[in-house]
């Protein structure tokens, strides 16, 4: 409801510091005329998030949905969407107390580096942001616990991945790529020494490609989280 001051809705426009708020680093996207009470509420995720030693944890769940927070957690280590560690996510209450997350742009993902121009390995963590890393501490425990589950469900797993990337390119079929290469010619994860604003080089990618940097996010998730 935009005319709600408890339905709030931000998204970060630059890469923020999740344990304070800076307007700037932010869009307030609802309600659509914020009054004097939307921005405290706000300011209290932020200084929840920068709690130390066990007052972090004990009062997680007043400002956050744990099961949200530690999924969002685990999805963006699995595919290491390192644009949404601290940066490409929304963040939405309905109340003006519990917020939750939600990914969105998700071009930096199963290593291809935004700019399209090469791969990052497959090591890369979440927990490079300080505050992704004091939640990793505090809730070790269950981030090992729903990480084997969303194994055991077939979620976060190499076979998952696969099915999910073949059915979109079944969907797509080949005409329609070949048309898509023939029409876009310098996209650089489809050529190699293509010039870009962002600098020279390229890559190809594929569901081959991805599959064989899953495997080996996979054995790093393994090392981390069992």
């Known amino acids: 409801d935009k005319n709600n001051q ?17 307007p700037l ?34 009062n997680f769940d007043i400002n956050h949905d744990f099961r949200n927070m530690i999924d969002y957690f685990l999805f963006a280590e699995f595919i290491m ?77 190499e076979t998952n991945v696969y099915r999910h990337f073949s059915d979109i390119a079944k969907l797509i079929g080949i005409e329609k790529y070949q048309e898509d290469f023939t029409k876009w010619t310098e996209i650089p994860s489809n050529n190699l020494g293509v010039t870009t604003p962002y600098g020279t080089g390229g890559c190809y990618t594929s569901v081959s490609q991805i599959m064989d940097w899953t495997k080996d996010r996979v054995i790093w998730m393994d090392s981390q989280y069992t």
């Open 6 to 22: 408890n339905h709030i809705q931000i998204q970060g426009e630059l890469h923020a510091n999740l344990m304070n708020y800076i």
């Open 25 to 58: 680093e932010w869009d307030i996207r609802n309600p659509s005329t914020p009054d004097g009470t939307v921005v405290p509420k706000i300011q209290d995720w932020f200084n929840a998030n920068a709690l130390t030693g066990p007052s972090f944890k004990s």
């Open 81 to 157: 969407a390192t644009d949404c560690y601290d940066y490409n996510f929304i963040l939405t209450s309905r109340n003006g107390i519990k917020f939750f997350i939600t990914p969105y742009d998700l071009d930096t993902t199963f290593g291809l580096h935004w700019s399209g121009l090469s791969f990052d390995p497959p090591t890369v963590s979440i927990t490079s942001i300080s505050f992704w890393d004091k939640f990793k501490t505090a809730f070790s425990t269950e981030i090992k616990a729903r990480y084997a589950a969303l194994k055991t469900k077939d979620i976060l797993t």
